[in-house]
């Protein structure tokens, strides 16, 4: 069955023409019905970037633009997310105090912003540690997060999260404070008991109920384009793929999969996601 005349968005995706496939692996993606992606800028250690200051990630965020170029030229309509990944509190607290830390990732995401600002990225990334950590760089974290809801709030932007598998429930607070619809928050990788905007890896074998619920989501792929960890977590046909085999197989509708791809992805991040 060959894909209608949908868009088909890809919800978080990494692109990395150096340590990965590159402009192949958004070529794929285009092939198989692909549109609109995402992209997200990847942790700065993928980019050997070691930061001691928030402007060190300006390297990791222009690089993130340049790839959104590239992949610009193969048809694809390209989203840009910045920020920072939660992990990197603890490689930076390995060589400074916490405190320093917490204040490089939250400059590091204040630089973010004002590529938000200057409209050269749509939303923002941050999180707190998927894993255990000690109470103190739990707290730390989501302090940063708190910070990085705060800027979205100021930008009138998404703020994708990445962090704890669960419902986060936590967060509907923290965005209350922080001045942010909840609706603009994404939970990355998510589990259909998030009371944020969920975006499921497109594999998820609740996407069809959910779907038919009129559950809003978004899909994603997460794919981490490294070649040591080739199709990780899934490969960039996915998203094109698994849409499709629901439609083939009546699991969604037509209608479904414009939810899905075109309506909450346009109303979450404020773009408009139409037919190219």
Partial sequence: MKLPAIPITDDHIHIDPGNGRGIEAAKDFRRSGG???????KPSWSLS???SSGEDYREVFDTTLRVAEMVRETGLVVYPVLGVHPAEMNRLAARMSLDEAAAVMTAGLDLAARYVEDGRAVALKSGRPHYEVAPEVLA?????LSHALEL???CGCAVQLHAESGPCADVVDMAAQAGIPVERVVKHFATPDTPLTPSFIARH???????RAGRRFTMESDYMDENARPGAVIGPKSVPRF?????EEGLITEEDAWRIHAETPSSTYGVDIALP
């Fill in 152 to 154: 979205g709030a100021d």
């Fill in 49 to 51: 970037v070691e930061p």
């Fill in 35 to 41: 549109t609109h992606i995402f992209l997200v800028s």
């Fill in 140 to 144: 730390a974290s989501n302090a940063v």
């Fill in 205 to 211: 074998e609740d996407i069809p109920a959910l779907a």
């Fill in 243 to 247: 849409t499709r085999r629901y439609l």
